[in-house]
Structures are given as structure tokens and as C-alpha cells.
């Protein structure tokens, strides 16, 4: 049986806080990856952050993580933390 996932994200600016939006997509996944779910986010999240199809913060919006954490999930996929938004994002002190 194939299961779907939704991935919903979300980005707008209000007073001092940034919220990001995104489409939702849905995947037809098999059934051997639905009890993976975190896990397939994680992944396609950081194969979009390693292709700049995503910003650092994006990626780690996407997986429901804060950034320092989503760093970590690239370790695990041998994805390069510095691009060139995380460069941005140490230069501004976030």
C-alpha cells in the first residue's frame, strides 16, 4: 500500500518575526518509508539545502527543527554544513 506525506511550510514577516511559506507537497511513498516519516523529511530536506534549492533556515523549518539541529541531520546524509546562507546567517550573528 502507498502512504502520502504532506509537508506544509510557511514564511511570512509580522512585527519581528519571520514565518516562512511554502506549498505542500504530497508523496507517494511505499510502505516500508511511512514508519520513516521524520526521517524521509530529514533526508529530502537536507538533499534541498546541499542542491541551495533551501536556505538553512528553511530546510530546518521544514524538518520542525531549530537550525543548530538541523545542522546535525546534515552531518548524518554527509551534506556540508556552510553554504552561503549559513555564512550569511554567522556574519549577522543569528
Known amino acids: 500500500?502507498?502512504?502520502?506525506?504532506?509537508?506544509?511550510?510557511?514564511?511570512?514577516i509580522e512585527?519581528?518575526?519571520?514565518?516562512?511559506?511554502?506549498?505542500?507537497?504530497?508523496?507517494?511513498?511505499?510502505?516500508?518509508?511511512?514508519?520513516?516519516?521524520?526521517?524521509?523529511?530529514?533526508?529530502?530536506?537536507?538533499?534541498?539545502y546541499e542542491s541551495e534549492k533551501l536556505t538553512l533556515n528553511e530546510a530546518a523549518i521544514m524538518c520542525e527543527m531549530k537550525k543548530w539541529e538541523f545542522a546535525e541531520i546534515l552531518i548524518k546524509y554527509d551534506v556540508h554544513f556552510l553554504d552561503a546562507s549559513a555564512m550569511a546567517d554567522l556574519k549577522n550573528g543569528k
Open 1 to 12: 500500500m502507498i502512504r502520502f506525506i504532506n509537508i506544509n511550510i510557511f514564511i511570512f
Open 15 to 48: 512585527r519581528f518575526h519571520i514565518f516562512i511559506i511554502m506549498k505542500t507537497l504530497t508523496l507517494s511513498l511505499p510502505d516500508s518509508l511511512n514508519e520513516s516519516r521524520n526521517e524521509t523529511i530529514q533526508f529530502l530536506a537536507a538533499k534541498l
